[in-house]
């Protein structure tokens, strides 16, 4: 089972901030928290990740709260394009990095 | 770079067949992934292979059976197929396994079985 905890879906406007929250409160201390996104009938897309900082890179921002048990993808000002399927994944450090355990995920609907 | 390359994008099997889908992983990868998509039980961990070698297989029957190539392509095949293979099968490669690797993904072949 997933290790994660997503609302299943959220509408955004276009041009507005995504804030999509993701609930981990089993993480242990060597698991990064994933965010891929699922565009119809395409592969998975790597976001970001991180393990206790919070970390900003082209596409999105991760925020991780201080006692790591929950997070938030923040997608600074949405497109069309960013309506998609996103997972929250919580995976080891030094574990089979392909052995993803994919929950629901949120699905994502940027309006106009 | 290439991405993942998936061959063939779609497919259409009656039960009973086999089938063998391809992966070539993006250039400099050694760790290869696949995932079975359906809609009722989302994405699954089928298997991921590291330099030629199998070193996680998800909960999945002997019917689907994978392996890798020193080049780091990689091949899966389901035997004896049912109605309930039919799935979107994707492949991700990463460059090694292990690590905070991140992972990524071709855009799958779609299996339908008749």
């Known amino acids: 089972d997933a290790k994660t905890t997503q609302p299943t879906s959220m509408d955004c406007a276009e041009g507005r901030a995504a804030n999509l929250p993701c609930n981990h409160s089993?993480?242990?201390?060597?698991?990064?928290v994933y965010w891929y996104r699922q565009i119809h009938s395409q592969g998975p897309q790597y976001i970001i990740h991180g393990l206790k900082n919070n970390e900003t890179n082209e596409m999105a921002s991760l925020i991780i709260t201080e006692d790591r048990k929950s997070s938030t993808l923040i997608l600074p000002h949405a497109t069309l394009r960013d309506t998609a399927v996103y997972y929250c994944?919580?995976?080891?450090?030094?574990?089979?990095?392909?052995?993803?355990?994919f929950g629901k995920g949120t699905k994502l609907s940027v309006k106009p | 770079k290439a991405g993942v390359t998936q061959t063939p994008r779609y497919l259409i099997k009656t039960r009973g067949q086999q089938v063998t889908l391809s992966c070539s992983p993006i250039?400099?990868?050694?760790?290869v992934s696949w995932y079975q998509q359906t809609p009722g039980q989302g994405l699954q961990f089928l298997f991921e292979y590291f330099s030629e070698t199998q070193r996680n297989k998800g909960n999945f029957p002997g019917r689907f059976s994978g392996r890798q190539f020193s080049n780091s392509r990689s091949e899966m095949n389901v035997s004896t197929l049912e109605l309930g293979d039919s799935a979107l099968y994707l492949c991700?490669?990463?460059?090694?396994?292990?690590?905070?690797?991140?992972?990524?993904f071709g855009s799958g072949t779609q299996l339908s079985v008749l």
């Open positions: 089993t993480i242990s201390g060597n698991e990064y």
């Open positions: 991700a490669s990463s460059f090694r396994t292990g690590g905070d690797e991140k992972l990524f």
């Open positions: 994944i919580v995976s080891g450090y030094g574990g089979s990095q392909g052995n993803l355990i």
């Open positions: 250039s400099g990868h050694r760790s």
